[in-house]
């Protein structure tokens, strides 16, 4: 038989579906299947996209992707931080103070992390989220709070809290705690985990407290790499004096990073399989489809169809199943991949329920990030998959005798 009969008759088949209600509802069961595997891998993918976009630009904007520190502090920072700019694959280097204390306000107590800054040198991350006079705001005894540490103190702007901070002396023995009354000028939020403990204060406020005075803790490093971080952090090392020690980002949230690959790859994988048995699902949706069109098979090779021509009609009712499957899939999951934070935001707003709590998961809301090359991917696997999945119905197809068919029509 020529091609053009091959393909009508395989376009036939697909859409005339069958005579028999259990093939029917079983080749409806298979083409549902395919379009929600193909559409839920999409999703799951994009949501861990976007994950994994969020880590690189919103969380790794707010920290540091390597801290630098010198024993008592940096003395001619200055000095040191303009040398770091002027090597390549280093953004920017700017002071900082770090401590740990505990935040006080009418009798409730948090633990907090103080971090010294100079205003005008934040990162980009943490200046995006301050309003224009911070800089302002910040001199002399103000503080800038995370709103949830806000909330659990119960304190708002204009109020002032207590700031107490563990000392030690230079041999190490324990000294009394530094305390110092504080304003808060400026709640922020930056949607991370960073804010269940994160509170800003002027560099000097922060040396007066650890007792470094003028000389910061360290400098914060951001690199145009951010994976290069620990090749530059012992590269760094290795050409400054003894007595400089450095923490990269893989040190404080390598954890996280990996667990958002992990999760990405084993949900991604648990699709996939979900994939995998809907398209084998055509196995058994063509096996029937076979059986229901024996008498029309045996008499197309009684006109006289070739092995070839049937497994052709076979393979392009497969292909059409595949097709159609990935092009509703597509259809199904692209939209909801784009609109899915919307709708999470909306159904947290109807039930008063926050899904996503930064005190758990690194971000407290639901990023999507559709790339086409996914959806290329999952669009490629899903039929090749169908294609392997229609070889045998097709085989089986083209060893009908028709002989055997015919004898009792």
């Not at 999507?368 to 392997?388: E, P, Y």
């Amino acid at each position: 038989m020529a091609e053009g009969p091959v393909w009508f008759i395989g376009r036939r088949f697909f859409s005339a579906g069958s005579t028999s209600r259990l093939a029917s509802f079983i080749s409806f069961l298979a083409m549902t299947g395919l379009v929600l595997g193909v559409g839920l891998l999409i999703v799951v993918l994009s949501v861990m996209n976007g994950f994994d976009r969020e880590m690189r630009t919103r969380i790794l904007g707010l920290v540091p992707h390597i801290q630098l520190f010198e024993n008592g502090g940096i003395g001619d920072w200055q000095l040191l931080a303009a040398e770091l700019e002027r090597i390549e694959g280093v953004a920017s280097a700017t002071p900082f103070t770090l401590l740990n204390g505990m935040l006080s306000y009418r009798g409730k107590i948090v633990a907090g992390q103080l971090q010294g800054l100079r205003p005008e040198r934040l990162d980009i991350g943490l200046a995006q989220t301050m309003p224009a006079d911070f800089g302002a705001l910040l001199e002399g005894n103000g503080i800038a709070l995370s709103e949830t540490l806000a909330t659990r103190l119960g304190i708002g702007v204009g109020e002032r809290l207590t700031v107490i901070v563990p000392r030690l002396g230079t041999g190490g023995e324990q000294l009394a705690p530094q305390a110092r009354a504080l304003e808060v000028v400026v709640l922020f939020n930056t949607h991370t985990a960073e804010d269940n403990a994160l509170a800003i204060v002027h560099i000097d406020t922060a040396g007066a407290l650890s007792g470094l005075g003028d000389r910061p803790q360290g400098l914060r490093i951001r690199l145009d790499d951010v994976f290069a971080a620990r090749d530059m952090g012992y590269a760094l090392i290795n050409n400054l004096p003894v007595g400089f020690s450095f923490i990269d980002w893989f040190q404080t949230h390598g954890n996280l990073y990996q667990a958002i690959k992990m999760s990405r790859q084993l949900v991604g994988l648990l699709i996939f399989l979900i994939v995998a048995i809907a398209v084998f699902n055509v196995v058994s949706m063509l096996v029937m489809t076979v059986v229901d069109k024996k008498p029309a098979i045996a008499i197309l090779k009684t006109l006289g169809a070739t092995k070839g021509a049937i497994l052709g009609i076979f393979f392009v009712q497969g292909s059409l199943i595949g097709l159609c499957g990935c092009f509703l899939g597509i259809l199904f999951g692209v939209p909801t991949a784009l609109y899915i934070p919307d709708v999470v935001g909306w159904l947290e707003s109807v039930l008063g329920f926050r899904f996503l709590n930064s005190e758990i998961y690194p971000i407290d809301y639901l990023p999507t990030d559709v790339q086409m090359s996914d959806v290329m991917t999952v669009a490629g696997v899903a039929l090749a998959l169908n294609f392997v999945a229609t070889l045998y119905p097709a085989w089986k197809a083209a060893q009908t005798k028709p002989a055997d068919v015919l004898r009792y029509e």
